[in-house]
């Protein structure tokens, strides 16, 4: 196949129950504040300590800097995020709401970094084979793009509800589709016979819940899958490696030029839209919010129940709850 080698019918099923597992507890942790803890701060904490220091080491294909780093900062994130969705002092604080951008950009810029890394790597990395070459440089570079095109940051708010999920109502479809394509493509440069899995199922498994079951909630279910498949990664590393499920990369250049090319084009075309969308509405995306004109935005931006033209007024965001 032009992305991957072959793909047995048992690691197709396989493949959409990892789907099926991310996106069920991603819904259990949203549920349940203590699920979410369990989850997100017990069971990483225990496995630190009695699995992960000592299986994953030099020579793992999850020891290098970046995994340690990646799992971490994701469950910073989801517990961040958890925490602001249930203190309403935080959820009207703008300095905590300056976290959800903050830990988004730096797991973006932790990615950058390595895709820039592995340009000059060749050969077998931690038991994966890294093929360097421009496609590194490109789709670093639609990862900087991505991190530019964050808007809205000050719109974010706590819907209403049983579930009280974090809302980015600037955050629409077009950036999450280029994030979508950035991170794949640097799965599949970087981390590539792991792309099958950490690359298309994860990736869909927080973008399915955010274009259909809780919109503009895309950066929570981001971090929640993102946490969950790393916990679950970092404890058992041999299912995408020599598992009878693994799948691995084709490794075809013209693969990796391909992603590589399609996530930069993506990225240029958000941050053309953007520039456009500042110089129609005179607007600044680092003192308002963007996109405030847009349908999609505004039927996120409704639950806050301010006029959607008008940026979030966090201290009246805590007022309402």
């Known amino acids: 196949m032009f992305l991957f080698a072959t793909i047995p019918w048992y690691s197709a099923l396989m493949w959409f129950a990892v789907l099926g597992g991310l996106m069920l507890i991603n819904e259990l942790t949203r549920l349940n504040k203590w699920v979410a803890l369990l989850v997100f701060l017990v069971v990483p904490a225990v496995l630190t300590v009695t699995v992960w220091t000592k299986a994953n080491g030099e020579g793992s294909s999850v020891g290098d800097w970046f995994h340690w780093a990646k799992v971490y900062s994701s469950l910073a994130g989801c517990l961040g995020f958890l925490a602001i969705r249930n203190s309403k002092k935080l959820a009207a604080n703008k300095w905590a709401l300056m976290f959800p951008p903050f830990i988004l950009a730096l797991n973006i810029l932790e990615a950058v970094v390595r895709d820039f890394q592995c340009f000059s790597l060749n050969g077998i990395v931690g038991g994966i084979t890294v093929i360097g070459g421009p496609w590194n440089i490109m789709n670093g570079v639609a990862g900087l793009i991505n991190i530019i095109t964050i808007t809205g940051w000050m719109g974010i708010f706590v819907g209403k509800g049983k579930r009280d999920d974090m809302l980015w109502p600037d955050m629409l479809w077009f ?91 993506a990225n240029v075309g958000v941050l053309a839209y953007q520039a456009y969308k500042m110089a129609k509405t005179r607007r600044n995306p680092l003192k308002e919010e963007l996109y405030t004109d847009l349908t999609a935005y505004k039927k996120v931006a409704a639950e806050r129940g301010e006029p959607s033209h008008h940026g979030a007024s966090i201290s009246q965001v805590a007022a309402d709850r």
């Open 175 to 265: 950036w999450v589709i280029a994030y979508d394509l950035w991170n794949f493509a640097y799965v599949y440069n970087c981390v590539s016979d792991h792309a099958f899995y950490a690359g298309a199922a994860l990736l869909i498994s927080c973008t399915i819940p955010a274009f259909f079951i809780r919109k503009g909630a895309w950066l929570q279910h981001r971090a929640q899958t993102l946490g969950i498949w790393m916990t679950f990664v970092m404890t058992f590393p041999t299912f995408v490696d020599t598992s009878k499920f693994a799948v691995k990369s084709s490794h075809s250049t013209t693969a990796l030029w391909v992603v590589s090319s399609l996530a930069l084009a």
